[in-house]
């Protein structure tokens, strides 16, 4: 008789759901996810991330609310319904390893406000230099926005299009809703998410715009 202990396929790494909580408490101290808002994951294979489930406090997030869910479907039924979109960034690269989405005020009014082209220009700031790969200030970043749409499918088509033509960068904006922002593990997502935040609050208050 083998008394060998059996793997359980559903069980949750600990240091993805660290990970996903870390994440999770940055942005609620920041404010970055009110009533309810934004969600978090960290990949734990090819196929499969650790996300934390619809609703709740996020800023209060406990392991109970990160489930383990496969990046090509079927959904998972505690779900958000906008983890689609973290899907899709483990689909489009192997070098994505945390992805978080939040509702900060900066990003959104920088998607409605310092929009240009479907995109925000950031440029010449030391900050960008917090964006991996990035190492001088005499550069400049283009940042995607799309128009916020509760079609969750057909808006990953369309970021998945225009992320394959333009790149794939380090985030991307909702128009009026947030900004989804991504690195090789937690850290680095919560540094670009952290870089995001301070850049569009910069360049807010450079138009005279409080944020
Ligand atoms: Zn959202």
Redesign the pocket.
């Known amino acids: 008789m083998n008394s060998a202990v059996p793997i359980r396929h559903d069980a949750l790494p600990e240091d993805a759901v660290r990970g996903v909580i870390a994440l999770a408490h940055h942005a609620g101290a920041k404010g970055w996810v009110p009533a309810t808002?934004?969600?978090f994951s960290v990949r734990i294979d090819d196929d499969h991330c650790a996300i934390t489930a619809s609703g709740g406090d996020k800023g209060a997030l406990t392991a109970d609310g990160v489930i383990r869910a496969s990046v090509r479907g079927p959904a998972h039924p505690r779900a958000s319904a906008?983890a689609p979109l973290h899907y899709l960034m483990y689909r489009m690269s192997p070098e994505i390893g945390a992805v978080a989405?939040v509702?900060a005020q900066p990003a959104v009014l920088a998607s409605l406000v310092l929009a240009k082209k479907e995109r925000v220009k950031i440029k010449g700031l030391e900050l960008l230099k917090a964006f991996k790969g990035i190492t001088t200030h005499d550069t400049h970043l283009d940042v995607p926005i799309f128009d916020n749409d509760q079609d969750m499918e057909g808006l990953a088509q369309r970021v998945e299009a225009r992320l394959k033509s333009d790149g794939l960068g380090f985030g991307f904006l909702?128009a009026g809703?947030?900004i989804y922002a991504w690195g090789a593990n937690a850290g680095e997502a919560l540094r670009h998410l952290d870089a995001f935040d301070y850049l569009f609050t910069l360049m807010l208050k450079l138009k005279g715009i409080p944020a």
């Open positions: 808002s934004g969600n906008e989405h509702h909702l809703h947030g």
